[in-house]
């Protein structure tokens, strides 16, 4: 039976009209539009800071915003990373091996009026190191602060900070430490994770979570008004939406480029990619404790000589990174042209394997947490490939990053790793000390006697000619009898919209005081 | 009737206590958030002194006795990666996903029933081979490529709106067509093959012999019958939209509760985890209950059923 021809006109018009009426009439109350405009400049990063409250974060995402609210003492200089500029500093000088004096500005004042001093100084080094009265615990931000014993007030300009040893890292810590107001943490703890109130060149405007942080310059900062009015910081987790949100002009700036877009930025018309070299260093950790083949120096130095990272870098990397003879890039402390990197030399890895008992190879395990590090899968499977042609096979599982997390806190890691450590300091004692030094509680899979006196000599010494030198040594042992497979120092890389001026940093911070708009 | 509504009341406590049991359970097998706060080199001192703070020392019971009640007085607790409290946080994105779900919806429903009213009548033609065509094509295809197209084609090539954020009404546009898609197609699916077994029948036949009017016909005959099944599946793709949309929201900076599970669900921060979770089902499991309620007023059959259970 045929159905009943009915007109499909009326049909047809409510699908049109429809068509026209149904998304506007879907919207209603909102918040207000933001674009890049002539004095606004829009960043887009892939996280949404987690915090005002600068001492209790430490990701970089939360930190690029809140150093626009909150001043360190000192900051690393933008062209030269082994340098410090005083900001609420003028002036330090060493009193001895542990002590160090600071003179500081004059005349600072925090948002609500109140003003930045010495006592304020003891103030924040007193909440770090959890020393407040009734602090039960420091903020997250402790970690690096560990070797700091206090601080003293000398008179309203001038403190004296005191370490439990001497720190070669004094000042790159400082750096990271954004002073906030004496009293913030017991008058309101809520208010000081949710509104800054800094000594820096913005105020903020609003944050929407997860949406956007909207900040007006301060005309009246003690370091001269910026030059950038408005400055807003996007979040955009997508990738792809970073990338097209930059073409079509509505933002300025945004970080994470992957090598693959740069030629598709630059051709855009609309933005150029910057890069610049990273503080992170990539390695393959090898687990030298508990894997039977990997006690034996010659087998390590075997997966060393097996990997052409050079390829890798030109080839996965598109060229963005960095050989490492060891883990000290050319703009580290204690970097030197003679530590030569190992060379890609498949023979020498065969005779070494063969030399050390395994002329057929063996078989082993590498974690790689996935979307971490920058095509951190893709460099984990060349070098699986290249071990594959010496015969060591080695299979990579990829994890989720929490599993990856699990399973170096609680030291049951297989064979190897891949990883990239983030090195702030600009010196690689730290890592050293973390991932080298004989320990089972850390991140070190890996002891020698002789490289832990090297290690720990490096830490403790001031005088920066005899440090560097004490590195030169480390490096030396450490290419000798390698704890890691040595690959490279990332490059970052920022797709940068024409209209601006901005120098991107080697510590990967975004800091838009220094930038300004042509024109 | 008494009886009936406490019972299903008395069920809907317990699915969501079973609910509470099953989010607080799985959230920590996922393992434990001070992995994620602290870095690979914080020393051990302060990794045990910020597990204490936490309470991630006490023995689960416990720690699920004290979440319990909390979350009876309202209190979810601290969110671990965004310090505020965890509750407020939620709340704080559910307007944004209500937007957009409602907009997707409506997109949906205007557009999926007029389109599957158009196969139905032309079934077996150029017109229902089209339509059909393209639906399963928007149905086959994944929403992050329909999303990234749109921003390329829209945003970045023409410009005529902004390739993400919740800023202005413009923005809500390509989000909401991306996510209305899956329930357009289903919405006009249902419709096709509903109002197709509806025009068949002997009261429509009745109608157009009598001499109404062709659009009365379809309106008051075709469609009323036509539309129940269509109804039930709208309801059902609400819940859907207001559960969060993960990957719409990540794409275009959406700012709504999916994205912020995701980020949760990255940072292994439980209160947040549990608070979404938690909201959402209470959400369905209300609207399953009055859509019950309301069965049971408007429906003789089931008035009856409960009676004879009774």
């Not at chain 1, 919207?27 to 005002?52: E, H, I, K, L």
Request: aromatic content about 8%; glycine content about 6%; hydrophobic content about 45%.
């Amino acid at each position: 039976m045929k159905p009943p021809r009915l007109s499909p006109r009326p049909v047809a018009v409510a699908l049109v009209a429809g068509a026209i009426l149904a998304v506007p009439a879907a919207s209603f109350g909102r918040d207000a539009g933001t674009r890049a405009t002539a004095n606004t400049v829009v960043v887009a990063q892939s996280v949404d800071p987690t915090t005002m409250d600068p001492q209790n974060q430490r990701e970089t995402t939360t930190f690029n915003v809140l150093i626009h609210f909150y001043d360190p003492l000192v900051l690393r200089n933008t062209k030269n990373p082994k340098k410090f500029d005083g900001i609420l500093a003028t002036k330090w000088r060493s009193l001895s091996p542990t002590k160090t004096q600071f003179t500081l500005r004059k005349g600072v004042k925090y948002d609500d009026g109140s003003a930045f001093d010495a006592a304020n100084v003891k103030y924040n080094i007193d909440r770090v190191l959890g020393k407040l009265p009734g602090q039960k615990t420091p903020p997250l931000i402790n970690f690096q602060f560990t070797d700091f014993k206090g601080a003293t007030v000398v008179n309203p300009t001038t403190v004296i900070i005191q370490t439990k040893s001497p720190d070669p890292l004094l000042l790159a810590r400082l750096s990271s430490l954004l002073m906030i107001p004496t009293g913030s943490v017991t008058k309101d703890p809520n208010a000081l994770a949710a509104k800054p109130n800094g000594t820096g060149p913005y105020t903020l405007v609003t944050w929407d979570r997860n949406n956007q942080v909207v900040m007006k310059a301060k005309p009246n900062y003690f370091r001269g008004a910026p030059r950038i009015t408005n400055v807003i910081f996007k979040d955009m987790p997508d990738d792809a939406s970073r990338l097209a949100a930059l073409q079509a002009g509505s933002v300025d700036l945004i970080s994470n480029l992957p090598p693959a877009n740069v030629s598709q930025v630059n051709s855009s018309g609309q933005a150029a990619a910057r890069s610049v070299p990273s503080a992170r260093i990539t390695s393959v950790w090898l687990n030298t404790l508990d894997t039977p083949q990997l006690k034996k120096p010659a087998v390590r130095q075997a997966l060393n000589y097996a990997v052409d990272v050079n390829t890798i870098i030109k080839k996965v990397m598109n060229g963005y990174a960095l050989r490492t003879a060891t883990i000290v890039p050319p703009y580290f402390f204690g970097y030197s042209k003679s530590v030569k990197p190992f060379g890609y030399n498949p023979d020498k890895a065969k005779r070494l394997l063969k030399q050390a008992g395994f002329p057929n190879g063996f078989s082993m395990k590498m974690m790689v947490p996935a979307g971490r590090y920058l095509l951190g899968e893709q460099i984990a499977q060349a070098v699986s490939g290249y071990l594959g042609k010496v015969g060591v096979k080695m299979k990579v599982d990829i994890v989720d990053f929490g599993v990856f997390a699990k399973a170096t806190q609680t030291r049951k890691i297989p064979a190897s790793f891949f990883a990239g450590w983030g090195e702030s300091f600009f010196s690689p004692i730290d890592e050293a000390q973390v991932a080298i030094l004989c320990g089972t509680k850390g991140f070190s899979w890996y002891c020698n006697k002789s490289v832990d006196k090297l290690i720990n000599s490096a830490a403790t010494t001031i005088n920066q000619a005899k440090q560097d030198a004490t590195i030169v040594k480390m490096q030396r042992a450490i290419l000798k009898d390698p704890p890691f497979i040595y690959l490279f120092a990332y490059k970052d890389i920022y797709g940068v919209s024409k209209r601006l001026n901005w120098t991107p940093r080697t510590d990967e911070t975004i800091y838009m005081d220094e930038a300004s708009l042509k024109g | 009737m008494g009886r009936y509504f406490l019972r299903r009341l008395l069920q809907a406590v317990v699915v969501l206590w079973l609910l509470t049991l099953i989010v607080f359970a799985i959230a920590r097998l996922s393992g434990n958030p001070v992995d994620l706060l602290l870095p690979q080199g914080a020393p051990p001192s302060q990794r045990v002194a910020l597990v204490h703070q936490l309470g991630l020392d006490q023995p689960w019971p416990v720690q699920y006795v004290k979440f319990l009640g909390n979350a009876l007085q309202g209190d979810f607790g601290q969110s671990v990666r965004f310090h505020t409290s965890a509750i407020s946080l939620v709340l704080s994105h559910v307007p944004a996903t209500f937007e957009l779900a409602i907009a997707a919806l409506l997109i949906a429903v205007v557009l999926g029933i007029p389109l599957g009213i158009l196969a139905a009548l032309f079934r077996g033609r150029a017109v229902d081979y089209g339509t059909t065509t393209v639906l399963t094509l928007g149905q086959a295809m994944p929403s992050f490529w329909l999303a990234i197209l749109l921003i390329l084609w829209l945003g970045v090539d023409l410009r005529w709106l902004p390739v993400g954020g919740r800023s202005g009404m413009d923005s809500l546009i390509m989000p909401a067509v991306t996510l209305s898609i899956v329930p357009l197609v289903t919405i006009a699916r249902i419709t096709r093959s509903s109002v197709s077994s509806v025009l068949p029948q002997d009261y429509v036949r009745t109608a157009e012999a009598k001499g109404l009017r062709r659009h009365t016909v379809l309106v008051r005959h075709v469609l009323r019958n036509g539309l129940i099944p269509v109804v039930t599946v709208t309801g059902i793709a609400m819940g859907q939209l207001l559960s969060g949309a993960v990957i719409t929201e990540q794409i275009f900076t959406w700012p709504g509760v999916g994205w912020l599970t995701i980020q949760a669900i990255e940072a292994r921060d439980y209160a947040v985890v549990q608070s979404v979770t938690l909201i959402v089902a209470t959400i369905i499991v209300a609207l399953n209950l009055l859509v019950d309620f309301l069965y049971f007023s408007l429906d003789p059959r089931i008035r009856e059923s409960q009676a004879a259970l009774a």
